[in-house]
């Protein structure tokens, strides 16, 4: 039959589909004003990376330049290439003061994290007085460090500190805390982590409130003890703050100068000498800035390398 026949009915055209393109996901903006944003961002943080360039990246640059002079007072200098770099692995001065250094991070920063978790965890139990019991906790880091080191450098004092007295009351002083050499890193390293675990103690218990309470609450009702809620629950969900707190603490660890200056010199016999100490005394006393400037960078690779293997150990999976 032909189309026009009587009785057959036509079969009515398809209208045509209009394919859809890509979907924009839902509630975001169109590209120009996401640009257009982004300039906007742009434009309030460039103080800061001005800033950054001015003062962190620039003078980087030219430490690494000038580790590669004989730079002086005067203003005299010339290219050596690499020689203050082959003088400081002959130094023994540098290998002790790195050695002073490495040693006195390892009281440190185990001293600080453990004091901060400690009480970051005991706060986060405590209900009542938790705000005044933490604005104590923190005084001591918005103080001077130089004020903290006289402090603490009068409660070692052999003769007239607090702490010889009350070792004189049980009949076990007095204790030559810095004019020991066994003791005087760990001495100082209490000072320090007095001064600064503060900062850290906040960082941790706002990693600790962050942690929701239904886990816990399950791990109880599946019977875990204190410890096991601890062990893994609390510290595998608090990983990520506590790599933080430990980099940070580690890089505060390994610029120790202050604390040393004021309490010890650098004594007894070197035993708080530390790497920046050998850089002050370095730059600051004999004036000469390329082979400090080379001890600044290999302090920079130091921190380096040592922040990778936390991040290796601690923080590969965050």
Do not use: C
Not at 190 to 210: C, E
Not at 277 to 288: A, E, N, Q, R
Request: aromatic share 14%; hydrophobic share 55%; net charge positive.
């Amino acid at each position: 039959m032909t189309a026009g026949t009587a009785g057959e009915r036509t079969a009515p055209t398809p209208e045509p589909v209009a394919v859809p393109g890509p979907a924009r996901p839902a509630g975001r903006p169109p590209r120009p004003v996401r640009r257009r944003e982004a300039r906007v961002g742009l434009l309030f943080v460039a103080p800061m990376l001005l800033l950054f360039t001015v003062f962190r990246f620039g003078p980087t640059i030219g430490a690494a330049f000038l580790s590669l002079t004989d730079y002086r007072l005067s203003g005299d200098w010339r290219f050596i290439g690499v020689e203050n770099y082959a003088r400081l692995l002959d130094d023994d001065l540098f290998w002790s003061s790195l050695g002073v250094t490495a040693l006195y991070t390892l009281f440190f920063v185990p001293l600080t994290v453990g004091l901060s978790l400690g009480t970051a965890l005991l706060l986060h139990r405590t209900l009542w007085l938790r705000g005044f019991f933490r604005g104590v906790f923190f005084l001591p880091y918005v103080t001077s460090i130089v004020l903290a080191a006289v402090i603490w450098k009068w409660i070692y004092d052999v003769e007239d500190g607090l702490l010889n007295a009350a070792l004189g009351v049980l009949s076990l002083g007095p204790v030559d805390f810095l004019g020991d050499e066994r003791l005087v890193l760990p001495a100082i390293a209490a000072t320090s982590a007095w001064k600064g675990f503060g900062y850290s103690m906040l960082i941790l218990l706002a990693g600790l409130q962050s942690i929701p309470r239904e886990v816990s609450e399950a791990a109880v009702i599946d019977g875990a003890t204190g410890w096991r809620r601890l062990r893994w629950v609390t510290l595998p969900l608090l990983r990520p703050v506590l790599f933080f707190v430990l980099v940070v603490e580690a890089i505060g660890a390994f610029q120790v100068f202050d604390a040393m200056y004021v309490m010890t010199a650098g004594g007894p016999v070197r035993a708080s000498y530390s790497l920046v100490y050998l850089l002050y005394d370095t730059g600051f006393k004999f004036f000469d800035f390329g082979y400090a400037s080379a001890l600044g960078l290999v302090l920079f690779l130091v921190v380096l390398v040592f922040s990778l293997i936390q991040r290796r150990l601690i923080g590969r999976d965050d």
